[in-house]
């Protein structure tokens, strides 16, 4: 008896330690809450908009005092421009690949001029960017990336209702358009 | 017979142990992205590709659009100094410092996630600009029911809540944890 009690024990954590990997690996995968397929899902490609605007769609764990705008990219055959006004809110910007991970980010102190202006490309048509060396290479911050599917998350600091509108006007202005390569 | 009722207990425990101990190490952040200063913890890598399997199951619980390190870093707490959990019907106190910053969000939520809201729809958050400071540059923020001088967050109702801090443009997202970073403690005054 005690030596099947024992047998059933040990095989049960061995199943135990099984189902644990599974569980950890597999929550990623199938996560209702995920929030990066939520936004694959309603949020349009090359346009920005408010996540709270969209309907249907609740981001967990949200700062209250940012309002956040996203934009879908798909770059297999151009990649996408991203720009926006200048202004003196606080801003801060993240590129995500399918998968929710940050493949890139940068806030307003970090981009050049503290203008938001971003292009982002896959390796072949970062190539073709190398060899024109086009003007905005200059004035953008070039991002590559072999990841041909993502989201752009930029966020805007709102710390007082003051300010909603204004960063309202700064998100509702966000472009987020094919690269074409010309100026 | 006797093999199937082995086989079904084995499987009826192993799935126990294991839905448990992953529910466990999700929500007690184990896992080597984290930094854990008292109660607090961050995970600087949560948005990274390279992350580890518990940091990335982390991520899609959590269902937020996770702080790139050029952004910001979220402390998050669901105790006390005590290590009891963080209850709706007690007053807390926050007092400390934070890590260098550009500034900080301080929200309530939910164990779900939502951000806790009064009576008109105000979340129950504060911004580092908007704060009383003490002279030396420490901060007091009282979490209650009831309103109290100085900085206040007001929550109300049953149940437990969580704390999330969250630092925009600090150097220590991308410091990797090699130095502990100073919180605030929260400190449980009564309760009731």
Redesign the interface.
């Known amino acids: 008896m005690k030596a099947?009690l024992f047998y059933?024990l040990i095989?049960?954590?061995?199943?135990?330690?099984?189902?644990?990997?599974?569980?950890?690996?597999l929550?990623?995968l199938l996560?209702e809450?995920?929030?990066?397929r939520k936004?694959l899902a309603s949020v349009p490609t090359g346009k920005f908009e408010k996540l709270a605007d969209i309907k249907d769609i609740e981001?967990?764990?949200?700062?209250?005092?940012?309002e956040?705008a996203?934009c879908k990219f798909d770059i297999s055959d151009v990649g996408v421009e991203v720009e926006g006004e200048r202004t003196d809110l606080?801003w801060?910007?993240?590129i995500?690949?399918a998968r929710?991970?940050?493949?890139?980010?940068?806030?307003n102190?970090?981009a050049i001029g503290k203008k938001l202006k971003l292009i982002l490309v896959n390796p072949i048509q970062m190539a073709s960017i190398r060899q024109r060396q086009p003007e905005e290479l200059e004035t953008s911050i070039v991002v590559e990336t072999s990841e041909n599917v993502g989201f752009i998350?930029v966020?805007v600091?709102v710390?007082?209702t003051s300010l909603t509108q204004r960063a309202n006007n700064f998100l509702h202005k966000l472009r987020c358009s094919d690269y074409t390569g010309q100026v | 017979m006797r093999l199937a009722i082995?086989l079904a207990?084995?499987?009826a425990?192993?799935?126990?142990?294991?839905?448990l101990?992953?529910r466990f190490?999700?929500l007690n952040s184990i896992g080597v992205g984290s930094i854990n200063t008292g109660t607090w913890s961050a995970s600087p890598l949560l948005?990274?590709?390279e992350?580890d399997?518990?940091t990335?199951?982390r991520?899609?619980?959590?269902?937020?659009?996770?702080?790139?390190?050029?952004?910001?870093l979220?402390f998050e707490t669901t105790k006390d100094d005590q290590g009891d959990s963080l209850s709706r019907s007690c007053h807390y106190l926050l007092s400390g410092s934070t890590p260098a910053a550009?500034?900080w969000?301080l929200?309530t939520?939910d164990l779900?996630?939502?951000?806790i809201k009064n009576s008109e729809g105000k979340?129950s958050?504060a911004?580092s600009?908007?704060l009383v400071w003490e002279p030396d540059f420490s901060m007091k923020i009282t979490v209650s029911d009831q309103p109290s001088s100085g900085n206040w967050l007001y929550v109300e109702g049953g149940g437990n809540f969580k704390l999330?801090l969250?630092l925009?443009?600090t150097p220590i997202a991308s410091s990797s944890g090699l130095t502990d970073p100073e919180l605030p403690s929260v400190k449980r005054l009564r309760c009731g």
Do not use: Q, W
Not at chain 1, 11 to 25: E, F, K, P, R, Y
């Open positions: 099947r059933l095989c049960s954590i061995v199943m135990g330690v099984v189902a644990h990997i599974c569980i950890i690996l929550v990623p996560g809450k995920d929030a990066a936004i981001i967990l764990n949200s700062d209250p005092f940012f956040i996203t606080f801060s910007a993240s995500f690949n929710g991970r940050v493949l890139y980010s940068f806030n102190r970090t998350a966020r600091l710390k007082d | 082995n207990i084995i499987f425990l192993g799935l126990l142990i294991g839905g101990s992953a190490a999700i948005g990274n590709e992350v399997p518990y990335a199951a991520a899609t619980m959590n269902g937020s659009i996770a702080l790139g390190s050029a952004e910001g979220a550009r500034f969000t929200a939520y779900k996630g939502n951000v979340a958050a911004y600009g908007g999330i969250r925009y443009d």
